[in-house]
């Protein structure tokens, strides 16, 4: 028809967001604003949940990184992060809990229960970022390597986070598996804890050597009959031993 105008070029379709996700899981909306706000400006994609649920939720829609508040409605945050970590997908997910709890129990518990970090409030808005993007890369660099370790026991998958003990999976948690990999990597050397954390990072230094502890507590309890494997240094470290005694 005389005078119709053709129609435009399609308008493209904006580019899909690469940036790495995270899960905050608060239910303060002032304290949930001002660290999205944070996040947002060092360059993560942040989604807000404010209750447990929520939080389980949006965590199954795919997730890189969880903070946690532990004070939670109807939920606590801890059954928030046991859950978190029963769920396949995102079973090697990095935890990271902000927390009013400062007591020395409850950050220990937190990591026993899951968490690769804990932060106690009020903290450093730009801190808290930089554990954000320290957590990320841990994860980053043990989901890209492509090499593995194999024994009449033990294979474990470094680029999947992957361990089986005679065929059976162990389940382990980033820091977990970073943990269990770097000794693995050694076998028969002794680590101090000192050197356990200057490879995993992001422990509250006020309770560093207890929080290696906490970790190793539970990778044992994950490894199960295959725990006599770590070995206690009393005084120094751990070390892997390929052939525990009996």
Known sequence: MKGASRPGPAAASPPPDSR??????????????????QLGKAGLQVRLAYTGEEGLEASRRGVDLVLLDLNLPNMDGLE????????????HVPIIIVS?????????????????????????????AARCRAALRRAEA???????????????????????????????TPK??????????????????????????GLDTEVETRSIDAH???????????????????GLGYRFVPQPRR
């Open 100 to 128: 009013a709890r400062g007591e020395e129990v409850d950050r220990v518990l937190g990591l026993e229960m899951g968490a690769d970090d804990y932060v106690v409030k009020p903290f450093s808005l730009k801190e808290l």
């Open 216 to 234: 190793i507590r539970r990778l044992r309890v994950k490894l199960g009959p295959a725990r006599d494997h770590i070995e206690t240094i009393v």
């Open 20 to 37: 790495r996700r995270v899960l905050l899981i608060e239910d303060d909306r002032d304290i949930a604003e001002a660290i999205a706000y």
């Open 142 to 172: 043990v989901a890209g390597a492509a090499e593995g370790s194999r024994d009449d026991d033990f294979e474990v998958e470094f680029d999947a986070y992957l361990v089986r003990y005679r065929s059976q999976e162990v389940r382990l």
């Open 176 to 201: 977990e598996f970073e943990l269990f990999r770097y000794m693995v990597e050694r076998p028969g050397r002794v680590i101090t804890r000192e050197r356990l954390l200057e490879h995993v990072g």
């Open 80 to 91: 928030v992060c046991r859950m978190i970590r029963r769920q396949t997908p995102t079973a």
